[in-house]
T-cell receptor, first 112, second 113 residues
Framework: RKEVEQDPGPFNVPEGATVAFNCTYS??????FFWYRQDCRKEPKLLMS???SGNEDGRFTAQLNRASQYISLLIRDSKLSDSATYLCAVEGVGDSWGKLQFGAGTQVVVTP | ETGVTQTPRHLVMGMTNKKSLKCEQHLGHNAMYWYKQSAKKPLELMFVYNFKEQTENNSVPSRFSPECPNSSHLFLHLHTLQPEDSALYLC????????????FGPGTRLTVL
C-alpha cells in the first residue's frame, strides 16, 4: 500500500458547484497533514494545514478522519481559477519527522 | 514571487555532461529540500538540509550530489545522468520544525538525452 494515496481524477466540476475528494494515509501515527495546490507547469503552494478539528478557509474546508485514516478537501462555489492539481502531504513521524510524504495529486477541472 | 528562485528553469543535457542546479531562498528559512517530480507520480524527496547539514539522503543515486554552502543557497550537481532522470526538480525551503509549510521554487525542467 502506498503511504499517501489520492484519486488522480480528473474531477470535472461545473462552475459554482461543490467538489470534494479524499487522501488516504497508511501510518496511523501521522499527526500533521497539509493540502497543496499545483497549477499546470507551476510549483506547489501550500493551501491549508489540516487540524484535528478540521479547518476552513473561505470556500475551502479540510477535514481529518483518523479512524479511517484519510483527509478530505471540499471546495464550495467552485471558480474557474480553482482548476489545479491538489496535492495531499503527510508529515512523517519518528525518524521521518520533518519530512513530507506527498500523494500524486487529484486534478480538478472547473468548467464554465 | 521571488521567495525561492531556481536556475536554470530549463536544462537539456547529455548523459556525459556535468551541470548544476541552483536554488536560493530569500525567506530567512533554515531548512531546504530537493524534490524530483515525474509525470503522474508523487513528489519524491531527495535531500533535506537543516542549518546547512544534510539530514536526509533518500537513497538517491550518487550521480546526484547536493551542496548547501549556507542557509540561503542549495545546489544539485548532476553528472552522468540517465534518461529516466528527466523530470522537474523542485527546491523548497521552510523553517526547521515547520516542514509542512514549505515554499517551493519554480523548478528546473531537466531533460537528459
Amino acid at each position: 500500500r502506498k503511504e499517501v494515496e489520492q484519486d488522480p481524477g480528473p474531477f470535472n466540476v461545473p462552475e459554482g458547484a461543490t467538489v470534494a475528494f479524499n487522501c488516504t494515509y497508511s501510518n496511523s501515527a501521522s499527526q500533521s497533514f497539509f493540502w497543496y495546490r499545483q497549477d499546470c507547469r507551476k510549483e506547489p503552494k501550500l493551501l491549508m494545514s489540516v487540524y484535528s478539528s478540521g479547518n476552513e478557509d473561505g470556500r475551502f474546508t479540510a477535514q481529518l478522519n483518523r479512524a479511517s485514516q484519510y483527509i478530505s478537501l471540499l471546495i464550495r462555489d467552485s471558480k474557474l481559477s480553482d482548476s489545479a492539481t491538489y496535492l495531499c502531504a503527510v508529515e512523517g513521524v519518528g525518524d521521518s519527522w520533518g519530512k513530507l510524504q506527498f500523494g500524486a495529486g487529484t486534478q480538478v477541472v472547473v468548467t464554465p | 514571487e521571488t521567495g525561492v528562485t531556481q536556475t536554470p528553469r530549463h536544462l537539456v543535457m547529455g548523459m556525459t555532461n556535468k551541470k548544476s542546479l541552483k536554488c536560493e531562498q530569500h525567506l530567512g528559512h533554515n531548512a531546504m529540500y530537493w524534490y524530483k517530480q515525474s509525470a503522474k507520480k508523487p513528489l519524491e524527496l531527495m535531500f533535506v538540509y537543516n542549518f546547512k547539514e544534510q539530514t536526509e539522503n533518500n537513497s538517491v543515486p550518487s550521480r546526484f550530489s547536493p551542496e548547501c554552502p549556507n542557509s540561503s543557497h542549495l545546489f544539485l550537481h548532476l553528472h552522468t545522468l540517465q534518461p529516466e532522470d528527466s523530470a522537474l526538480y523542485l527546491c523548497a525551503s521552510s523553517v526547521k520544525g515547520l516542514a509542512g509549510q514549505q515554499f517551493f521554487g519554480p523548478g528546473t525542467r531537466l531533460t537528459v538525452l
